[in-house]
T-cell receptor, first 114, second 112 residues
């Protein structure tokens, strides 16, 4: 069973607030990812990381930022939340490999910005 | 990475086999086919993957055509808990970066 955790699971917050969504994994995976998914819609990659001190932007432009100071931790930050940021945010991790390795997903954080 | 196409939705009677097709006509020789599913509001869950041989695990079977241009995920005895969106992905990572494109997937409804 995958050991990847996200907190909070649900967050309702007012416009302009700074928020940090937490993601941690205990599998020692070097690769970590953040996806954004609106209800009933596709997943979109917004950030990824190869390892400590490595972060890259994904396909979908996002005003969020990420950091990777520790292997197990990949937090996502919104400096000033807006209603357009309302969505579900999913974190995932995977191992290194010669080919694509399966991604393990966390339960997600459902964010609502009022 | 190869683009995949899947039907938007499918129904399956409970207890029957669910056969979910996926077309990946532009797949290259070193690209694997992966299947994930996402149950409502949860994170996607890995199901199975394969290169050219048929594969089976405790969750499902994966049948890949000889020309590798299409595949079928088989859930042998579908239950109500198998109701989910199923994603077919074809890709290969030669570098450290593997960008996964999930696409819209197939919404499977298992009917009592």
């Amino acid at each position: 069973e995958a050991d990847i955790y996200q907190t909070p699971r649900y967050l309702v917050i007012g416009t302009g607030k700074k928020i940090t969504l937490e993601c941690s994994q205990t599998m020692g995976h070097d690769k970590m990812y953040w996806y954004q998914q609106d209800p009933g819609m596709e997943l979109h990659l917004i950030h990824y990381s190869y390892g400590v001190n490595s972060t890259e932007k994904g396909d979908l432009s996002s005003e969020s930022t990420v950091s990777r100071i520790r292997t197990e931790h990949f937090p996502l930050t919104l400096e000033s939340a807006r209603p357009s940021h309302t969505s579900q945010y999913l974190c995932a991790s995977s191992e290194w490999g010669d080919y694509y390795n399966e991604q393990f997903f966390g339960p997600g954080t459902r964010l609502t910005v009022l | 990475d190869a683009k995949t196409t899947q039907p938007t939705s499918m129904d399956c009677a409970e207890g029957r086999a669910a056969n979910l097709p996926c077309n990946h006509s532009t797949i290259s020789g070193n690209e694997y086919v992966y299947w994930y599913r996402q149950i409502h509001s949860q994170g996607p869950q890995y199901i199975i993957h394969g290169l050219k041989n048929n594969e089976t695990n405790e969750m499902a079977s994966l049948i890949i055509t000889e020309d590798r241009k299409s595949s079928t995920l088989i859930l042998p005895h579908a239950t109500l808990r198998d109701t989910a969106v199923y994603y077919c992905i074809a890709m290969f990572s030669e570098t450290s970066y593997d960008k996964v494109i999930f696409g819209p997937g197939t919404s499977l409804s298992v009917i009592p």
